[in-house]
């Protein structure tokens, strides 16, 4: 059987003309199956409409659900390969028989295909591609475009106006970055709303981490200098920055600026000092991401290393869905479309006997817009590199397999105390308040043998009588019904409440009133409230409730738990990151001398709310309208205990 066309993750449809606008659509009419007088699928009529040109092909069944998206170099041959073809593998032979409809999709070439065919994927899901989900934006070291560059960690859409290096594999090693240039190079870090107002150096300045450009102790030239060390450091140009640093210090000490020279000579010493420490040094220079596929037990993971600048900086594994009976080859494939098309690809990709096709190549190097070099034998420290990615990888499986192992254990013996086999998802919710402020409803989900993170919800509340907690479910689980009946989400076999008998029958009012099935349980404390010595509280069919004694160590029991503590924990971190949204936006309202007009022009002055907690007593005191006594009233409010 020919390879099958490795599918591209997830970005929606774009519109951009130059890339995805197709130059021709044809779509093969059908009737569904099944239905009393309907035609079957005709394949013959549908492939002798095919054009012999690239393009995207969509299969999709008699519920107009998309099965798979491919694409091709040519789409007639391809697509009357799945249906000519005999000896078909049991998995694509079952997909073939769901067919109801084709269409395709002609592009002016295999690397615009592939570009659509990535959108496509993401778009539609299809129960038969590979499919790869990583929903976490990657973390970027940012080199601010301002007269003095702002060093910062940044996530989110890149400006052209900055300089971004990454991506990262967390923010942890994005983190450590700033800090190692702060000790060399001493960038600022303060937002600019602090820096366009500081009458003197902070603390950065005191412990030489910030040469304090905000006060004037360091010209623009000079330390546009340290900006381009830091840029070269980060490019892992490290003998171009000890070579620059040298020219500087000598270049200073000619022209007898011995204070300058120093502080030349002593970045030159602290960049000895960290190269001789670097934990993992490379003797490459320049970003690479190393790539390992293994597959153990039809599970597959793809492990990526990540050196940026001749640092490993650390390493993240994916593990995709419908991988199941594919080969190395085409899980590695999907994912290099997937994971780096519409993202930035670094400037070597090491994999193991492995050469990604002529288009994929192609498409990344027009969105680089440089050259993207593939390694696919590599050897020496690129060879150390890849074993330990693949090494990563079979840890990874490792681990998902006992873990899924535990919950499925965890998952049947719920099924069995509660009496309801079928039970696959379930939803839990919580409300967290302050004495009724600042109300936040959680509702979290678990599917699939693990915690979907990407489901989860969270409901600002907004009650008459603050502290209801029964209203405050009631509306949450009201809110998330309404998503259950229009079909936004999937229905639940299982509701867990935080709660006893009152939330019990504030959810069975809920589900009564919207007309939807779904088992319900309570998860309530003792009479004591110990963690561990909770009820279970069943809702019956004859509307009574009755209590379940379930043992601490009882497997059921600790999944109930793990579920209705991730709930908890989830509300409460939205319920204090509301309240202290809100307190901090009241903050200046409650100052006594402070009215609309100088908060406004607080707010301007300093650039917001953090810019004015951030400023000294004295900065305060230069806003128009503020005089020293309102500045120091203002100061020990906003810092008060």
């Given at each position: 059987?020919?390879?099958l066309?490795?599918p591209s993750e997830t970005?929606?449809p774009?519109?951009?003309a130059?890339?995805?606008?197709?130059?021709?659509f044809a779509?093969?009419?059908?009737?569904?199956?099944?239905e009393?007088g309907?035609?079957?699928?005709?394949?013959k009529?549908?492939i002798a409409?095919?054009?012999?040109?690239?393009?995207?092909y969509?299969?999709?069944?008699?519920?107009?659900?998309?099965?798979?998206?491919?694409?091709?170099?040519?789409?007639?041959?391809r697509?009357t390969?799945?249906?000519?073809?005999?000896?078909?593998?049991?998995?694509?032979?079952?997909?073939v028989s769901q067919?109801?409809r084709?269409e395709?999709?002609v592009?002016r070439?295999?690397?615009?295909?592939?570009?659509?065919?990535?959108?496509?994927?993401?778009a539609?899901a299809p129960?038969?591609?590979?499919?790869?989900?990583?929903d976490k934006?990657?973390?970027?070291l940012?080199?601010s475009?301002d007269?003095?560059p702002?060093?910062?960690?940044h996530?989110?859409?890149?400006d052209?106006?900055?300089q971004?290096f990454?991506?990262?594999?967390?923010?942890?090693a994005?983190?450590?970055?700033?800090?190692?240039?702060?000790?060399?190079?001493?960038?600022?870090?303060c937002?600019?709303?602090?820096?366009?107002?500081r009458?003197?150096?902070?603390?950065?300045y005191?412990?030489?981490?910030?040469?304090?450009?905000?006060v004037?102790?360091?010209?623009?030239?000079v330390?546009?200098?340290?900006?381009?060390?830091?840029?070269?450091?980060?490019?892992?140009?490290v003998?171009?920055?000890?070579?620059?640093?040298?020219?500087?210090?000598?270049?200073?000490a000619?022209?007898?600026?011995?204070?300058?020279?120093?502080?030349?000579?002593?970045k030159?010493q602290?960049?000895?000092?960290?190269q001789?420490?670097?934990?993992v040094?490379?003797?490459?220079?320049g970003?690479?991401?190393?790539?390992?596929?293994?597959?153990?037990r039809e599970v597959?993971?793809?492990?990526?290393?990540m050196v940026?600048g001749?640092r490993?900086?650390?390493?993240?594994?994916?593990?995709?869905?419908?991988?199941?009976e594919?080969?190395l080859?085409?899980?590695?494939?999907a994912?290099?479309?997937?994971h780096?098309?519409e993202?930035?690809?670094?400037?070597?990709?090491?994999?193991d006997?492995?050469?990604?096709?002529?288009?994929?190549?192609e498409?990344?190097?027009?969105?680089?817009?440089?050259?993207i070099?593939v390694t696919?034998?590599?050897?020496g420290?690129?060879r150390?590199?890849?074993?330990?990615a693949?090494?990563?990888?079979?840890?990874?499986?490792?681990?998902q397999?006992?873990?899924?192992a535990?919950q499925?254990?965890?998952?049947?013996a719920?099924?069995?105390?509660?009496?309801?086999?079928?039970?696959?998802r379930?939803?839990?919710?919580?409300?967290?308040?302050?004495?009724?402020e600042?109300?936040?409803?959680?509702?979290?989900?678990?599917?699939k043998?693990?915690?979907?993170?990407?489901?989860?919800?969270?409901?600002?509340?907004t009650?008459a009588?603050?502290?209801?907690?029964?209203?405050?479910?009631q509306?949450?689980?009201?809110?998330?019904?309404?998503?259950i009946?229009?079909?936004e989400?999937?229905?639940?076999?299982l509701?867990v409440?935080d709660?006893?008998k009152?939330?019990?029958h504030?959810a069975?009012?809920?589900?009564?009133?919207?007309?939807?099935?779904?088992?319900l349980?309570?998860?309530?404390?003792g009479?004591?409230?110990?963690?561990?010595?909770?009820?279970v509280?069943?809702?019956?069919?004859?509307?009574?409730?009755?209590p379940?004694?379930?043992?601490?160590?009882?497997?059921?029991?600790?999944?109930?738990?793990?579920?209705?503590?991730?709930?908890?924990?989830?509300?409460i971190?939205?319920h204090?990151?509301?309240?202290g949204?809100?307190?901090?936006a009241?903050?200046?309202?409650?100052?006594?001398?402070v009215?609309?007009?100088r908060?406004?022009?607080l707010?301007?002055?300093f650039?917001g709310?953090?810019?004015?907690?951030?400023?000294?007593?004295d900065d305060?005191?230069r806003?128009?309208?503020i005089?020293?006594?309102?500045?120091a009233?203002?100061?020990?409010?906003?810092?008060?205990?």
């Amino acid at each position: 059987m020919k390879k099958l066309l490795s599918p591209s993750e997830t970005a929606p449809p774009e519109t951009d003309a130059r890339r995805q606008t197709p130059v021709g659509f044809a779509d093969i009419p059908f009737e569904k199956r099944g239905e009393t007088g309907a035609s079957p699928f005709d394949a013959k009529a549908m492939i002798a409409a095919l054009p012999q040109e690239p393009g995207v092909y969509r299969m999709l069944d008699a519920q107009e659900k998309t099965l798979y998206v491919g694409k091709a170099l040519n789409l007639k041959k391809r697509v009357t390969s799945y249906f000519q073809k005999s000896g078909l593998s049991p998995r694509i032979a079952i997909m073939v028989s769901q067919v109801a409809r084709v269409e395709t999709t002609v592009t002016r070439s295999e690397a615009e295909a592939l570009l659509l065919e990535n959108n496509l994927i993401k778009a539609l899901a299809p129960r038969y591609n590979i499919l790869f989900r990583d929903d976490k934006s990657y973390p970027y070291l940012c080199v601010s475009g301002d007269a003095f560059p702002q060093l910062h960690f940044h996530r989110g859409a890149l400006d052209k106006k900055h300089q971004y290096f990454g991506p990262f594999p967390n923010s942890g090693a994005v983190r450590e970055g700033v800090a190692m240039l702060q000790k060399l190079f001493q960038l600022r870090t303060c937002e600019n709303s602090v820096f366009a107002h500081r009458t003197r150096p902070c603390m950065l300045y005191q412990i030489e981490r910030c040469t304090a450009p905000c006060v004037g102790y360091i010209t623009e030239e000079v330390y546009a200098e340290d900006v381009r060390s830091a840029v070269l450091f980060l490019q892992g140009k490290v003998d171009d920055v000890r070579e620059q640093l040298q020219k500087q210090m000598e270049s200073a000490a000619a022209a007898l600026e011995f204070e300058r020279a120093a502080a030349l000579r002593d970045k030159w010493q602290r960049l000895q000092q960290l190269q001789a420490k670097q934990f993992v040094e490379s003797a490459t220079a320049g970003d690479a991401d190393v790539i390992a596929v293994v597959q153990d037990r039809e599970v597959a993971a793809v492990n990526v290393v990540m050196v940026r600048g001749g640092r490993h900086v650390g390493d993240r594994t994916f593990f995709p869905a419908h991988a199941a009976e594919r080969t190395l080859a085409e899980v590695a494939e999907a994912f290099l479309a997937q994971h780096y098309l519409e993202r930035s690809v670094p400037s070597l990709l090491v994999l193991d006997d492995f050469v990604p096709s002529d288009s994929l190549i192609e498409a990344l190097t027009a969105q680089a817009g440089r050259k993207i070099n593939v390694t696919s034998r590599p050897s020496g420290e690129r060879r150390v590199w890849l074993a330990m990615a693949a090494r990563n990888a079979k840890l990874a499986i490792a681990q998902q397999l006992t873990q899924k192992a535990t919950q499925q254990a965890r998952l049947s013996a719920l099924q069995e105390a509660l009496g309801l086999p079928d039970v696959q998802r379930i939803e839990c919710f919580d409300v967290s308040h302050t004495m009724g402020e600042a109300t936040v409803a959680s509702c979290v989900v678990f599917d699939k043998g693990a915690m979907q993170n990407n489901e989860y919800r969270r409901f600002n509340i907004t009650l008459a009588s603050g502290g209801d907690d029964y209203a405050a479910m009631q509306e949450a689980l009201r809110r998330r019904a309404v998503r259950i009946v229009t079909g936004e989400v999937p229905t639940p076999d299982l509701w867990v409440i935080d709660g006893g008998k009152g939330q019990l029958h504030v959810a069975a009012q809920v589900l009564e009133d919207e007309g939807i099935n779904i088992a319900l349980i309570g998860l309530a404390k003792g009479p004591e409230r110990k963690v561990g010595d909770e009820d279970v509280w069943r809702w019956g069919e004859d509307a009574a409730l009755s209590p379940l004694c379930l043992p601490p160590e009882h497997a059921g029991f600790q999944l109930l738990h793990q579920i209705r503590d991730e709930a908890h924990r989830f509300a409460i971190q939205g319920h204090r990151a509301r309240r202290g949204k809100a307190r901090l936006a009241s903050s200046l309202q409650e100052i006594d001398g402070v009215g609309d007009k100088r908060r406004r022009a607080l707010l301007n002055h300093f650039g917001g709310l953090k810019g004015v907690r951030a400023a000294s007593a004295d900065d305060l005191a230069r806003a128009p309208g503020i005089s020293k006594a309102l500045a120091a009233r203002i100061f020990a409010a906003l810092h008060e205990g």
